[in-house]
Nanobody, 126 residues
Framework: QVQLVQSGGGLVQAGGSLTLSCILS????????MGWFRQAPGKEHEFVAHISWSSRTTHFADSVKGRFTISRDDAENTVYLQMNNLKPEDTAVYYC???????????????????WGQGTQVTVSS
């Protein structure tokens, strides 16, 4: 059974940086496209970033483009979300997600993903 375990997050001042990590176990990591979503209080889940299994393609929500970076280390079965120049509106619970893929497709919808991490709180103070 595939499991995703997240780490990172916390409290940071506006303009600061944080890195989130997500380790996949129980499956072949290099077969999975990985995504990050977030949910702010009272709001729906929001797509943040996606990286293909090959790392050839990445996609970002417009709200984080130029500030966030997604990367993966297949040797460590880990996907990272590097968040720079954080803003108070980035405050949310962040979730990593995985979908098995062989086509190199782009997945930005919550329902498309098969597996989810436990979530980690990111709070950005103004």
């Amino acid at each position: 059974q595939v499991q995703l375990v997240q780490s990172g997050g916390g409290l940071v001042q506006a303009g600061g940086s944080l890195t989130l990590s997500c380790i996949l176990s129980g499956g072949i990591f290099s077969n999975y496209n990985m995504g990050w979503f977030r949910q702010a209080p009272g709001k729906e889940h929001e797509f943040v970033a996606h990286i293909s299994w090959s790392s050839r393609t990445t996609h970002f929500a417009d709200s984080v483009k130029g500030r966030f970076t997604i990367s993966r280390d297949d040797a460590e079965n880990t996907v990272y979300l590097q968040m720079n120049n954080l803003k108070p509106e980035d405050t949310a619970v962040y979730y990593c997600a995985a979908i098995w893929d062989s086509t190199g497709s782009y997945y930005a919808t919550r329902d498309e993903y098969d597996y989810w991490g436990q979530g980690t709180q990111v709070t950005v103070s103004s």
